[in-house]
């Protein structure tokens, strides 16, 4: 079965700079998609960024961008110019391509971004 | 569009009760699926399925039956409730293609007592 690993239970961010948070996961696939979602206070889960495992060009969403390594199995989330809105748990996700026995998610990250 | 509608958003029980947590989709997606939320462990998925009528199991699918009369709609029975359910449920839905995100309800935070 396919693992998702966050090692960063929590991190912090000054308001404006940047952070990156961790993921990586474990499959003997090659095709298969990748996703960062971030739940606010609010309990909701909300889609960050995704990426196909089979682009080579790293996603970016505005502020938001991912450094995929296929080789390390490594899906890192960089939140540039970080803002208050963005302290949530962010939690990164994995599905194949083969089977509809959908998302792996990680634990999770909870980010506190400091004013 | 109201998306994924979970109903309720809070709900005790005791020991030994059911009940059903209510999911509706107003995409047309055919693909929707149910995930606990516990801490330290993210989401685990419970059931889905991939059509009226076609459920299968996730991860952790003890303790719980769904069904799929409609594409609108796939509720979540819990027979008879324990401790260990105690969690935040989430139902979600996505459109056919592999790439498509998933989207999620609100969620529901059961406490079983």
């Known amino acids: 079965a396919q693992t998702v690993t966050q090692s960063q239970p929590e991190m912090s961010v000054q308001e404006a700079e940047t952070v990156t948070l961790s993921c990586t996961y474990d499959?003997?696939?090659?095709?298969?998609?990748l996703f960062w979602y971030k739940q606010p206070p609010s309990r909701q889960m909300i889609l960050v960024i995704r990426?196909?495992?089979?682009?080579?060009q790293n996603a970016t969403e505005n502020r938001f961008s991912v450094n995929f390594q296929k080789a390390a199995k490594s899906f890192s989330l960089k939140i540039s110019d970080s803002q208050l809105g963005d302290a949530a748990m962010y939690f990164c996700?994995?599905?194949?391509?083969?089977?509809?026995?959908?998302?792996?998610f990680g634990a999770g990250t909870r980010l506190t971004v400091k004013p | 569009n109201a998306g994924v509608t979970q109903t309720p958003k809070f709900q005790v029980l005791k020991t030994g009760q059911s009940m059903t947590l209510q999911c509706a989709q107003d995409?047309?997606?055919?693909?929707m699926s149910w995930y606990r939320q516990d801490p330290g462990m993210g989401l685990r998925l419970i059931h889905y399925?991939?059509?009226?009528?076609?459920?299968d199991q996730g991860e952790v699918p003890n303790g719980y039956n769904v069904s799929r009369s409609t594409t609108e709609d796939f509720p979540l029975r819990l027979l008879s409730a324990a401790p260990s359910q105690t969690s935040v449920y989430f139902c979600?839905?996505?459109?056919?293609?592999?790439?498509?995100?998933?989207?999620f309800g609100n969620g529901t935070r059961l406490t079983v007592t």
């Open positions: 979600a839905s996505r459109s056919e293609p592999m790439r498509s995100p998933l989207h």
């Open positions: 499959t003997s696939e090659s095709d298969y998609y």
């Open positions: 990426q196909e495992a089979y682009k080579q």
């Open positions: 996700a994995y599905r194949t391509s083969y089977n509809n026995n959908d998302m792996r």
């Open positions: 995409m047309n997606h055919e693909y």
């Open positions: 399925s991939v059509g009226a009528g076609i459920t």
